[in-house]
Structure formats: structure tokens, C-alpha cells
Nanobody
Framework: QVQLVESGGGLVEAGGSLRLSCVAS????????MGWYRQAPGKQRELVAA???????NYADPVKGRFTISRDNAKNTVYLQMNGLKPEDTAVYYC?????????????WGQGTQVTVSS
């Protein structure tokens, strides 16, 4: 079982920055992929950024060049640095973890943190 606790959301003006943090209850070395999703009102949850254990990253097109995912292994923490925020980035942001092995394939989610960008 993996518990994920997000923090760092809030209200920011367009063009501003926020950094989200996600602390895992286990060593993130044991997690295959960690990342961030977001869900805006009336829309489906969508991938924002993800990072595999080996360090490879993947970003959604709308955030490329503005958002950066990183991790601190010693703190079991994954970050999402968000710069150049736009009103369309307003959403609840969820931390995500995926663990897989020979006989299991499990997804875990945090409780979400609200990000609101005013124009």
C-alpha cells in the first residue's frame, strides 16, 4: 500500500509560479512511475507529467517548457514546478504512483490539491 500526500496548491495570478509536492509513504525507488494528473471542472482527468524510476520524463503538450517534474529520493518526494501559469491550468492536481511486478499492477492516488490561476 502506498499513501501519497500532496501540498503546495493555491491561488496565483497568471504568469506566476507554484511548486507542488507529493510525499510517498514508501521509498520511491520501489515505485515504477510517479507523476501528476489534473482534473478541471467538467473535464476528464489528464496526465500532466510523469517520471519513471530511471529518470525518464513525460509531459503533456500544454505544459511542456513551463512545468518540470523532479524528485528527491531521500525525502520520498516528487515535485511539480509550475512556471508561467495560465488560467487554463486551473484544476485539482493529483499525485499518482504506479507499481507493477510479475503478479501485480497497482495504481495509487493522492487526495488532490487545488490550483487556481486568476487572469
Amino acid at each position: 500500500q502506498v499513501q501519497l500526500v500532496e501540498s503546495g496548491g493555491g491561488l496565483v495570478e497568471a504568469g506566476g509560479s507554484l511548486r507542488l509536492s507529493c510525499v510517498a509513504s514508501v521509498s520511491i525507488f520501489s515505485i515504477n512511475v510517479m507523476g501528476w494528473y489534473r482534473q478541471a471542472p467538467g473535464k476528464q482527468r489528464e496526465l500532466v507529467a510523469a517520471m519513471a524510476t530511471g529518470g525518464s520524463t513525460n509531459y503533456a503538450d500544454p505544459v511542456k517548457g513551463r512545468f518540470t517534474i523532479s524528485r528527491d529520493n531521500a525525502k520520498n518526494t516528487v515535485y511539480l514546478q509550475m512556471n508561467g501559469l495560465k488560467p487554463e491550468d486551473t484544476a485539482v492536481y493529483y499525485c499518482y504512483a504506479h507499481k507493477s511486478g510479475r503478479q501485480y499492477d497497482l495504481d495509487y492516488w493522492g487526495q488532490g490539491t487545488q490550483v487556481t490561476v486568476s487572469s
